[in-house]
């Protein structure tokens, strides 16, 4: 059987739990939100086969650390309850943001790092004191609780604590690879070829990636890039970054000084202990002054944005530490403004007089006329724009849509990367992709155009009905980590672009949500093979705007991905079609295409 992600839906009862919805998912499992007497706790369901032994030394870990900096430990079960196939670890729920979302959207000054680094700081003295490491220390594996901004440590699903048995045999330990520390690397390189050699982690190697993760959340960057593993390996162990103060002058120098302490290429000059660096810390802020409180990067806007053109490459280059990396929710435009969408300027709505009446009813006539003949050109038109699915669907569409009411809803699954270990995959048995009647495009789009042409023109010319409402476009967001490296070990070039579907069956229109996605990949694309389920999420503006992060093969292996979707006609995001205005949930064509991309716009 397949791992999670879309076994369990909204209501579903587990070990007593209502699962409210999804909140993450990994390579072994999945997180969710769940009630109990009205409480709400994260329920962690792990696949029994792909795990073995990792519940025990997680739960193990679990137990040993009670710290209000580390997410608690509520309870531990099997499931289902006669023949277990999960097993669920129940855990506090922190309703908050991950480190890196809350930095994009909060652009937080020097003084709000600080305090977030030294609850986390914090998290791994008590977890080192107890014997215990972490081994997956970053962004994401950080959340930040919205109601009082305390940080807190999550997923020891990698762990490790003193005594506890190997349980992988590789050469070095599973881990996020553009987190392991330079001693790592060195020892690979050093004992590649020496049969049965294993690299012990230490505290060392915790320290270096919380060092990572304070140089991004000062820097805006990471400290260490290549343009293949081997040249990012070569630039971690040999390369010393620039200063997080050389490269935003805005970064204090005692925090700068503390950061480039955690990221010496040695343990031995490295900061000790997490103890060292929460005193280093406290005595930083003890000298602080107003300067802590301004934003570390610039914010969205005008007045900060960077006019292309207006210097010379050289220029560019001897004044790039000027230019600060961009932070924080895009402003929305006034309703004074011409606000664009897809490039296109929508301008104000003026009233209609005299001349423009009659225009307006001519446009509706020659709009009839034009469905009429399109109806006639293209026969399957109707049929094709169906708002049912046909009852003969294949058994793939499962897995990619629920019904609801009369019609189809794309089912709401895989947030990435709760658990990110690129180890074992599952293999199961994949149904033959079947045949997609694709509905023919010059039809859809002629009476797609033509509909909404129409509406529009009656709602203005006889209704007098409001302008148009511009809902602000979504704001810009970096991939997954090792994403755009995952794609192109698979081939799949940037700006590349392929065919997928949110439903399997003949195309139709369904209703979508806000908020958590899947899409399926129709026929091979380069390494990547059909039926690969592309998960993700759905922000609902005026068009739809799908972003995926995270991809998993018909043989179970998953990856990160980033990647943008398109309507049929290659524009960014999906139309709307007539009959959902919400602002959280839309209606549209099944039929779609994915875009590799380096960064969501």
């Known amino acids: 059987m397949r791992p999670p992600p879309a076994i369990l839906v909204p209501g579903a009862e587990v070990l007593g739990y209502t699962v409210e919805r999804q909140l993450g998912q990994g390579g072994f499992g999945t997180v969710y939100l769940a009630r109990n007497a009205?409480?709400?706790?994260?329920?962690?369901?792990?696949?029994?086969?792909?795990?073995?032994?990792?519940?025990?030394?997680?739960?193990?870990?679990?137990?040993?650390?009670?710290?209000?900096?580390?997410?608690?430990l509520q309870g531990y079960g099997l499931w289902p309850p006669g023949e277990p196939r999960f097993a669920v670890i129940v855990m506090e729920y922190v309703d908050g943001r991950r480190l890196d979302v809350w930095a994009h959207e909060e652009n937080p000054s020097a003084?709000?790092?600080?305090?977030?680094?030294?609850?986390?700081?914090?998290?791994?003295?008590?977890?080192?004191?107890?014997?215990?490491?972490?081994?997956?220390?970053?962004?994401?594996?950080?959340?930040?609780?919205?109601?009082?901004?305390?940080?807190?440590?999550?997923d020891f699903g990698i762990g490790d604590y003193t005594g506890a048995r190997d349980l992988t045999a590789d050469i070095l330990p599973p881990g996020t690879?553009?987190?392991?520390?330079?001693?790592?690397?060195?020892?690979?390189?050093?004992?590649?070829?020496?049969?049965?050699?294993?690299?012990?982690?230490?505290?060392?190697?915790?320290?270096?990636?919380?060092?990572?993760?304070f140089y991004w959340l000062l820097?805006?960057?990471?400290?260490?890039?290549?343009?293949d593993?081997?040249?990012?390996?070569?630039?971690?162990?040999?390369?010393?970054?620039?200063?997080?103060?050389?490269?935003?002058?805005?970064?204090?120098?005692?925090?700068?000084?503390?950061?480039?302490?955690?990221?010496?290429?040695?343990?031995?000059?490295?900061?000790?202990?997490?103890?060292?660096?929460?005193?280093?810390l406290e005595e930083a802020t003890r000298d602080s002054d107003a300067a802590w409180d301004v934003p570390l990067c610039d914010a969205f806007g005008e007045d900060t944005a960077t006019t292309e053109g207006e210097q010379d490459s050289f220029e560019k280059w001897r004044n790039r530490p000027r230019h600060r990396p961009r932070r924080g929710v895009r402003a929305p435009l006034s309703r004074a403004e011409a606000p664009t969408v897809q490039g296109?300027?929508?301008?104000?709505?003026?009233?209609?007089?005299?001349?423009?009446?009659?225009?307006?009813?001519?446009?509706?006539?020659?709009?009839?006329?034009?469905l009429r003949h399109g109806t006639?050109?293209?026969?399957?038109?109707?049929?094709?724009?169906?708002?049912?699915?046909?009852?003969?669907?294949?058994?793939?569409?499962?897995r990619a849509a629920a019904p609801s009411r009369t019609e189809a809803t794309a089912v709401a699954v895989a947030v990435p990367a709760t658990i990110q270990e690129v180890a074992a995959t599952v293999t199961t048995q994949t149904p033959e992709t079947p045949s997609l009647p694709l509905s023919p495009k010059p039809a859809r789009k002629v009476r797609s155009v033509m509909t909404r042409a129409a509406g529009m023109a009656t709602c203005t010319a006889l209704l007098g009905c409001p302008g148009p409402q511009v809902r602000p476009l979504?704001?810009?967001?970096?991939?997954?980590?090792?994403?755009?490296?995952?794609?192109?070990?698979?081939?799949?070039?940037?700006?590349?672009?392929?065919?997928?579907?949110?439903?399997?069956s003949r195309p139709h229109i369904i209703s979508v949500h806000e908020g958590p996605t899947q899409l399926i990949l129709v026929g091979p694309w380069e390494d990547l093979p059909s039926n690969t389920e592309l998960s993700g999420r759905l922000i609902v503006r005026d068009r739809v705007y799908g972003r995926l992060t995270w991809a998993t093969t018909p043989k179970g292996d998953s990856f990160p991905v980033c990647l943008d979707v398109l309507a049929e006609e290659g524009d960014r995001g999906m139309a709307r079609e007539p009959g959902d205005d919400s602002p959280t949930s839309a209606r549209i064509f099944t039929l779609a295409r994915v875009k590799a991309v380096g960064e969501f716009e």
């Not at 300027?345 to 006329?369: C, D, I, M, N």
């Open 38 to 72: 009205g409480k709400p706790f994260a329920l962690k369901l792990l696949h029994l086969p792909r795990v073995g032994e990792r519940v025990e030394r997680e739960v193990s870990i679990l137990l040993k650390l009670r710290h209000p900096h580390v997410v608690g």
């Open 111 to 154: 003084r709000q790092v600080t305090r977030v680094l030294l609850d986390v700081a914090r998290a791994l003295a008590a977890t080192h004191a107890a014997g215990v490491l972490h081994r997956d220390v970053k962004e994401a594996n950080l959340m930040v609780r919205a109601s009082d901004g305390l940080a807190k440590l999550v």
């Open 177 to 213: 690879p553009e987190y392991r520390a330079p001693e790592a690397w060195r020892y690979f390189r050093q004992h590649a070829r020496v049969l049965g050699a294993r690299y012990v982690a230490g505290v060392a190697d915790d320290l270096w990636a919380l060092g990572l993760v």
């Open 219 to 227: 820097t805006g960057r990471k400290p260490f890039d290549g343009e």
């Open 229 to 280: 593993d081997p040249s990012f390996i070569e630039a971690v162990l040999t390369q010393t970054p620039a200063s997080p103060h050389d490269a935003n002058a805005r970064v204090p120098l005692a925090l700068s000084d503390i950061c480039m302490r955690l990221l010496e290429k040695t343990p031995e000059a490295r900061t000790p202990s997490a103890f060292a660096v929460v005193s280093a």
């Open 344 to 370: 296109t300027t929508v301008k104000p709505r003026r009233s209609l007089q005299g001349w423009g009446v009659l225009v307006t009813v001519l446009a509706l006539v020659a709009v009839g006329v034009l």
């Open 376 to 398: 006639a050109r293209f026969p399957g038109m109707v049929a094709h724009r169906q708002e049912v699915a046909p009852t003969d669907k294949s058994p793939q569409s499962g």
């Open 474 to 504: 979504p704001p810009p967001e970096p991939c997954p980590v090792g994403a755009v490296k995952a794609m192109k070990a698979r081939k799949i070039d940037i700006g590349e672009r392929h065919e997928a579907v949110f439903v399997f």
